[in-house]
């Protein structure tokens, strides 16, 4: 069992972009980093449109996962010490719940009891445009202590494929929880670094 500053706990929701949750999952194992998955049934439905994937397969990708009904799960729990969580990529219904901490699933839980304990949630927030209430919201979020991060797009690195922009977010996730990783490209003295 690896200690908790090696675990992380990892949500997808049901926003476009799922890619980004398997890419991070990919990425955690790269890294040793023990991946604690929970997905949302919407998450299951957006991963049949998006990709090629089965549920299964993702929670392959991880090393424990969780029922998203299971809201009597160990990540539920302020007791289970980790690093945080990501939710990648975050919905505003998902957002929602984890600002008002009415949470109705173990995702949402689970963000709620990293924000309580005063570990770092970061939150891949995927909806465009966005209408005042969400903006409310995100500041409310960033108020009790979580990092907003829409995965946007840097074209400085000559992002070559999808993969490419999708790499480069996750990666600056990583970043975020002090992970190494070389999926970020790094911008050194006016010019990028792999």
């Not at 997808?12 to 997905?39: C, F, K, N, P, Q």
């Amino acid at each position: 069992m690896s200690s908790p500053d090696r675990k992380l706990v990892v949500g997808i929701s049901g926003a476009s972009g799922v890619i980004y949750g398997v890419t991070l999952l990919r990425a955690l194992r790269t890294a040793d980093v023990e991946s604690h998955l929970v997905m949302s049934r919407a998450a299951e439905m957006t991963l049949g449109y998006e990709t090629e994937l089965k549920p299964a397969d993702v929670r392959a990708l991880a090393d424990r996962h969780y029922p998203v009904a299971d809201v009597g799960a160990a990540i539920a729990s302020g007791s289970f010490r980790s690093m945080g969580m990501a939710i990648a990529p975050c919905s505003v219904r998902s957002m929602s719940e984890i600002a008002t901490g009415v949470t109705s699933s173990l995702l949402t839980r689970a963000a709620d009891v990293v924000l309580k304990e005063r570990r770092r949630l970061v939150l891949l927030v995927r909806e465009s445009p966005l209408h005042l209430g969400h903006l409310r919201t995100m500041a409310a979020l960033a108020e009790m202590g979580a990092v907003i991060a829409p995965p946007l797009p840097a074209f400085y690195p000559g992002p070559l494929s999808v993969q490419d922009i999708v790499d480069h977010s996750v990666g600056r996730l990583l970043d975020l929880f002090g992970i190494d990783n070389d999926l970020a490209h790094r911008w050194r003295d006016g010019s990028t670094t792999s």
